[in-house]
């Protein structure tokens, strides 16, 4: 089965930036998906097609793919991007596949 | 505005079948464009994909949890269901509804863009 790897936590300070990495075997070629997911709330999509951005997501979220790693960045952090962070792709044997999920703490 | 909804027993006696309802509201499930799915999270864990349908019916699940899922919709009622079975406390978990379009090839491959709330179904005797 296919197996996307995230870090466990990610740490980062007001107004710096924060880097979530996805990786998994030839992501590169795959199409990844990132979701934003606060405490007892539902998951809220935040980037799709490795770099696009839903409607309301604000410019401060990005995306990028290549290789085995695939990574969603967060420029200008604030207090309200405190989350847990969730890649996703599709495979062929697999299905759809989630990453293991990275808690974003700020400082 | 697209809304979903799950619903249903909040209990479920181990070796028993699981089961789901997700309401859709202000839209419809009758369209070309989307498949409806379901996603599962232990608590405090990650998510999981349990399986996804079209409005036609078309069906697919996730390999590890085929042989327990049935994934199935009225599209007059806008409803789709789920239904496990022969469930065991590992299948505890917050259980959520998703809508997911459909790539330029017509195929359900894409993300996740608007879930239900999640509904906790506990597994215990």
């Known amino acids: 089965s296919y197996v996307l790897t995230q870090p466990p936590s990610v740490s980062v300070a007001p107004g710096k930036t924060a880097r979530i990495t996805c990786g998994g075997n030839?992501?590169?070629?795959?199409?990844v998906h990132w979701y934003q997911q606060k405490p007892g709330q539902a998951p809220v999509l935040v980037i799709y097609?490795?770099?696009d951005r839903p409607s309301g997501i604000p410019e401060r979220f990005s995306g990028s793919n290549s290789g085995n790693t695939a990574s969603l960045t967060i420029i200008r952090v604030e207090a309200g991007d405190e989350a847990d962070y969730f890649c996703?792709?599709?495979?062929?044997?697999?299905?759809?596949?989630f990453g293991t999920g990275t808690k974003v703490t700020v400082l | 505005q697209l809304q979903l909804q799950e619903s249903g027993p909040g209990l479920v006696k181990p070796s028993e079948t699981l089961s789901l309802t997700c309401t859709v509201s202000?839209?419809?499930?009758?369209?070309?464009?989307?498949?409806w799915g379901w996603v599962r999270q232990p608590p405090g864990k990650g998510l999981e994909w349990i399986g996804s349908?079209?409005?036609?019916?078309?069906?697919y699940y996730n390999p590890s949890l085929k042989s327990r899922v049935t994934v199935s919709v009225v599209p007059s009622q806008n409803l789709f269901f789920l239904k496990l079975t022969s469930v065991t406390a590992a299948d505890t978990a917050v259980y959520y509804c998703?809508?997911?379009?459909?790539?330029?090839?017509?195929?359900?491959?894409?993300?996740?863009?608007?879930w239900g709330q999640g509904t906790l179904v506990t597994v215990a005797s």
């Open positions: 996703q792709v599709w495979d062929s044997s697999s299905g759809h596949v």
């Open positions: 202000g839209g419809f499930i009758s369209s070309s464009s989307f498949y």
């Open positions: 030839n992501i590169g070629i795959k199409n």
């Open positions: 097609y490795d770099s």
């Open positions: 998703a809508r997911h379009p459909v790539d330029m090839a017509a195929r359900p491959y894409g993300w996740f863009d608007t």
């Open positions: 349908i079209s409005y036609s019916g078309n069906t």
